[in-house]
């Protein structure tokens, strides 16, 4: 049986930089293997920031932000077989990739080469746009859900979707776990959720934080040490000292003197997506043969793994709920470095 859920209410920026309203969006009939989500909450991303005012380019208007979805299943297609009615769900920043390249073959569909589809602000494999999680209802192939674990509360589940495994996977990629010294730029949506992982994972987490006044909140998410950035003398001190650095800054950061705070072999693995271009002076990195990388989100298996890790240490992502009505405003205390530590969207508001 397919219903064709046409019409569904959401949250779109209309233009770009447009203040986000109330709109309906299209969401196709429940094909083969697909579920209709019954969207309970959404969280909200920095990246969903940059693209509603159209920071990265090339962005599709009226766009409905949104990846961090957590859901109810209320209908199943003929040919899924992984979900049923009534199973909680999950939808990260992709909903199709072309699964044949070596990187979807490996579960790293994130890079797919053969042309993925983002949960909005793209088009899908009909030319269609998709539309995110700031709506009521999501249609979206079974082997792009992931399942959310019972004793992880939906609305403190959604965040993991983006926030969770940009930080789990590249903790996990570059061995974050006893013994390691790692450090967290940024404590934001995903930093914070990159403090409580690298804490579970055994690892010494440092936090590097514009200031100290998140700092009590910092070490009750399990750091070890706090320290600003806007002080130089945390640069004098702290230089050497660690394995691993992930940057999580929505803006350009100074890499060089980040890079300085590794040890030899250390490695600074950038996930935040500014807007502007960074400079970086290459003696950086080859005193101390260093590795400057980047990681994006996971893929598919990596994501179940991580909502299985959160859940078995009994944690979620900090959040703050929020009415549909009051997007706006949280994108700005998000812009204001002001937000404990993310803002998620009771879709029932919407
Ligand atoms: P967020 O909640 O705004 O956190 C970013 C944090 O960076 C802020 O809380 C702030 O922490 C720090 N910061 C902001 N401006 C800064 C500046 N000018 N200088 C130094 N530090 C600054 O954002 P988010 O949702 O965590 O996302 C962070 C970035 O990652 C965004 O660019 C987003 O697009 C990107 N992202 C990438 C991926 C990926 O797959 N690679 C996935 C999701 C998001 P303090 O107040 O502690 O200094
Ligand atoms: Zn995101
Ligand atoms: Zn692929």
Redesign the pocket.
């Known amino acids: 049986m397919t219903t064709n859920v046409s019409s569904v209410p959401a949250y779109a920026a209309p233009a770009a930089g447009a203040p986000l309203e109330r709109t309906t969006v299209p969401r196709r009939a429940v094909g083969e293997h697909d579920v209709l989500i019954d969207i309970k909450y959404a969280g909200i991303?920095?990246?969903d920031i940059?693209q509603a005012r159209d920071g990265w380019g090339k962005g599709i208007y009226p766009m409905v932000p949104g990846h961090e979805i957590a859901g109810v299943v209320t209908e199943v297609g003929p040919g899924v077989t992984r979900f049923a009615v009534g199973d909680r769900v999950g939808v990260g920043c992709f909903v199709d990739s072309c699964r044949e390249c070596e990187y979807c073959r490996q579960g790293l569909e994130q890079y797919c080469t053969g042309g993925g589809t983002a949960t909005y602000n793209a088009l899908d494999k009909n030319g269609e746009p998709t539309y995110g999680g700031y709506s009521t209802h999501i249609v979206v192939d079974e082997n792009y859900t992931v399942r959310i674990p019972e004793g992880l509360s939906l609305d403190q589940a959604a965040p993991l979707l983006?926030?969770g495994i940009?930080l789990y996977s590249p903790l996990r990629h570059w061995n974050a776990g006893p013994g390691k010294k790692v450090a967290v730029?940024?404590?934001?949506?995903?930093?914070h959720m990159g403090v409580k992982i690298a804490h579970a994972l055994g690892a010494e987490v440092t936090v590097l934080?514009?200031?100290l006044r998140?700092k009590d909140d910092g070490l009750a998410l399990g750091a070890d040490h706090y320290y600003a950035?806007s002080d130089e003398a945390t640069f004098e001190a702290l230089a050497g000292t660690f394995d691993l650095i992930v940057s999580?800054?929505?803006?350009p950061?100074p890499f060089d003197k980040y890079l300085g705070l590794l040890k030899t072999d250390g490695a600074l693995v950038n996930?935040?997506?500014?807007e502007e271009p960074v400079s970086l002076n290459l003696f950086s990195v080859i005193g101390g043969r260093k590795t400057l990388a980047?990681?994006?989100?996971g893929g598919i298996r990596e994501t179940q793994e991580m909502l299985d890790f959160c859940a078995e240490h009994g944690f979620g992502a900090e959040i703050e709920l929020i009415r549909a009505d009051q997007i706006n405003e949280a994108y700005e205390r998000?812009l204001a470095?002001d937000?404990r530590?993310r803002f998620v969207i009771d879709a029932a508001t919407i």
């Open positions: 991303c920095h990246s940059h983006c926030a940009t730029v940024g404590l934001g949506g995903l930093g934080s514009q200031t998140k950035t999580t800054v929505s803006a950061l996930v935040g997506a500014p980047g990681s994006m989100i998000v470095s937000v530590y």
